[in-house]
């Protein structure tokens, strides 16, 4: 019964912070690579952060440097810390893990959390 369940989601004001946390059950996590995604209105999903077994990250260009991933391997969850919050940073964000890169890389592989609604005013 694999299970992602996000919390952290809500409404910021630019140039705030918010952390997203994910809360993964029913696989072997600390073997698994994790992914934040996100999809704005009218907009393709797209991934945001992912973070391999090893703890090594990759980001997408437009949240580098704002951002950050980590996971706690004893807790079977993963975080995305967000700071200087921008409009454009509105979406609704998903958490997905994956046996390789490749799996949580690709839009139909993997298993997805439910999504959170991160809303960022002007």
């Known amino acids: 019964q694999e299970r992602l369940v996000e919390s952290g989601g809500g409404l910021v004001q630019a140039g705030g912070s918010l952390r997203l946390s994910c809360k993964v059950s029913?696989?072997?996590?600390?073997?698994?690579?994790m992914a934040w995604f996100r999809q704005a209105p009218g907009k393709q999903r797209e991934m945001v952060a992912v973070?391999?077994?090893?703890?090594?990250?990759l980001y997408s260009d437009s949240v580098k440097g704002r951002f950050t991933i980590s996971r706690d391997n004893a807790a079977d969850t993963f975080d995305l810390q967000m700071n200087s919050l921008e409009p454009e940073d509105t979406a609704v964000y998903f958490c997905?893990?994956?046996?390789?890169?490749?799996?949580?890389?690709?839009?139909?592989?993997?298993?997805w959390g439910q999504g959170t609604q991160v809303t960022v005013s002007s």
């Open positions: 029913g696989i072997d996590f600390n073997r698994n690579a």
């Open positions: 997905k893990t994956g046996q390789s890169l490749g799996s949580v890389l690709s839009p139909t592989m993997g298993y």
């Open positions: 973070i391999r077994s090893s703890g090594g990250t």
